[in-house]
Structure formats: structure tokens, C-alpha cells
């Protein structure tokens, strides 16, 4: 079985994919995963109106949230031809409900961080992938409980796959590879 891992960043995802089993996992692939357009710049936050300014203009962010569907459906058809993922997991910041926010510009940040993940699960769901949502403050006790490995042993797994893919190798893409590890256990 094929998993895929992503650390979801505002306009785009890492993304990292491991063959199972869970026992014996071998990494395959790390890419970005676009799900914003380049020639669109205000589609990577589709919620700001320029440096600590939020978009008001519903038309407008309608706009830019259609073009953030498109990329990532795209991007991710792309993945799967590459890959016959079936499961995946999505490491986020945050899954905070942007209405509970108070501040308008942190506000906008909650509704980016909620459009991409929500957009990436629907792209990945679509082509009949499973997904599971971990929370990056709660991925190491997902990992301890999930993998049920000395933290060593998960070190050392996660240093081999940086070895084999090669720089960069950074938090996160190793967050990336560890969900990606964790959905090949579900």
C-alpha cells in the first residue's frame, strides 16, 4: 500500500510518500504540492489584501478560492498519476473555526489554513483517498501512540528517508513523511 504525507502551508503542501507496510515503510517521493497559482500571487492568501490587510470583497475571495479548488485538484491528480496513494494524512497548524476569531488579520490566516486543508482533503477524497487531519501540536503523541515505536527507532526511520531523498529534509517534510507513516497504520 501506497500512503501519502502532507504539511499544509498556506498556497501550497509537502508532500511525502511511503510504501507500507507500516512495519517496514520505504520512502518513495517528496514534492510540493501547488495549490495556489504563480500568475495569481493573491491566491497563496486568498483571505489578505496585501501586508496585514484582510480582504473584505466576497466576489474577490470567491475568485481566488475557485482558482486555490482548481490548483489543488490539478496537483493532486498529478500526485496520484505518479502514485496510487490510498490513504493520507494532513499535518495542519490549526483547525480553529476562522468565526472564533476575534482579530481580523488572524482571522484571515484561520480561514487560509482552513480553505487549504479543506480544499486538499476534498481534492485527495474525490479520487477515493482516506484521509485523517493531525494537528502539528498533537503529532508527536499521535506518532508514540500510532506507530508504537521508541521515539529512536521513528528518529532514525524518518534520518533514513531524508537520506534517501535527499535536502532538503526539514521539519517539514519530516512531518510529511510521518503522516504519511501513520496513515499506513489505519
Known amino acids: 500500500m501506497i500512503a501519502a504525507g502532507f504539511r499544509v502551508k498556506s498556497g501550497f503542501a509537502i508532500a511525502v510518500t511511503l510504501e507500507g507496510p507500516a512495519s517496514a515503510p520505504r520512502v518513495l517521493s517528496r514534492r510540493m504540492v501547488a495549490m495556489s497559482d504563480p500568475k495569481v500571487p ?9 501586508f496585514y490587510h484582510t480582504e473584505e470583497n466576497p466576489r474577490e475571495i470567491a475568485r481566488r478560492v475557485k482558482i486555490v479548488e482548481r490548483c489543488a485538484k490539478q496537483s493532486i491528480a498529478e500526485l496520484l498519476d505518479d502514485a496510487h496513494v490510498a490513504r493520507a494524512g494532513l499535518v495542519v497548524g490549526s483547525v480553529i473555526d476562522p468565526r472564533k476569531v476575534g482579530n481580523p488579520h488572524i482571522r484571515a490566516h484561520a480561514h487560509e489554513g482552513q480553505l487549504f486543508r479543506t480544499v486538499l482533503e476534498e481534492a485527495l477524497r474525490s479520487r477515493g483517498v482516506r484521509c ?9 503523541a499521535r506518532t508514540a501512540a500510532g506507530l508504537q515505536r521508541p521515539a529512536r527507532e521513528i528518529k532514525q526511520t524518518l534520518d533514513r528517508f531524508g537520506k534517501a531523498l535527499g535536502s532538503p529534509w526539514r521539519a517539514d517534510e519530516k512531518a510529511a513523511a510521518t503522516a504519511a507513516w501513520l496513515a499506513l497504520t489505519s
Do not use: M, N
Open 42 to 50: 493573491e491566491t497563496r492568501q486568498p483571505y489578505h489584501d496585501g
Open 132 to 140: 485523517q487531519v493531525i494537528v502539528e501540536k498533537q503529532l508527536a
